[in-house]
Nanobody
Framework: EVQLVESGGGLVQAGESLTLSCEAS????????IGWFRQAPGKKREGVSC????????YYADSVKGRFTISTDNAKNTVYLQMNSLKPEDTAVYYC??????????????????????WGQGTQVTVSS
């Protein structure tokens, strides 16, 4: 029912910027939290950022805070992740996830980390040094 498609990944040099998109369908977009996760080879999936679509409140992992910005366009059912000052350690496959939940974006991120299972193909981000 809930369908999410990630796009926008690519190969960039350290210090450059990239913007990812998560296009959603099959649910009432404004009622959901949308989170971005990433997984590098040999590492566990980690939460990056989350937004509450109803009011735009946000959460960022410490590793990306100040460099990444999550935003939503409710009219387009799309969430974006603008990534600035990219580092080689940002290299990973990036995925988005969606849940209905009460609470804050940080709390929703925790729930998705524990329970979300509808992972899509993701989009590859590679940052060269």
């Amino acid at each position: 029912e809930v369908q999410l498609v990630e796009s926008g990944g690519g190969l960039v040099q350290a210090g450059e910027s990239l913007t990812l998109s998560c296009e959603a369908s099959g649910f009432t977009f404004e009622d959901y939290f949308i989170g971005w996760f990433r997984q590098a080879p040999g590492k566990k999936r980690e939460g990056v950022s989350c937004i509450r679509n109803s009011d735009g409140s946000t959460y960022y992992a410490d590793s990306v805070k100040g460099r990444f910005t999550i935003s939503t366009d409710n009219a387009k059912n799309t969430v974006y992740l603008q990534m600035n000052s990219l580092k080689p350690e940002d290299t990973a496959v990036y995925y988005c996830a969606a849940i209905t939940s009460s609470g804050t974006p940080a709390q929703a991120m925790g729930v998705m980390s524990a329970l979300y299972s509808n992972w899509g193909q993701g989009t590859q981000v590679t940052v060269s040094s």
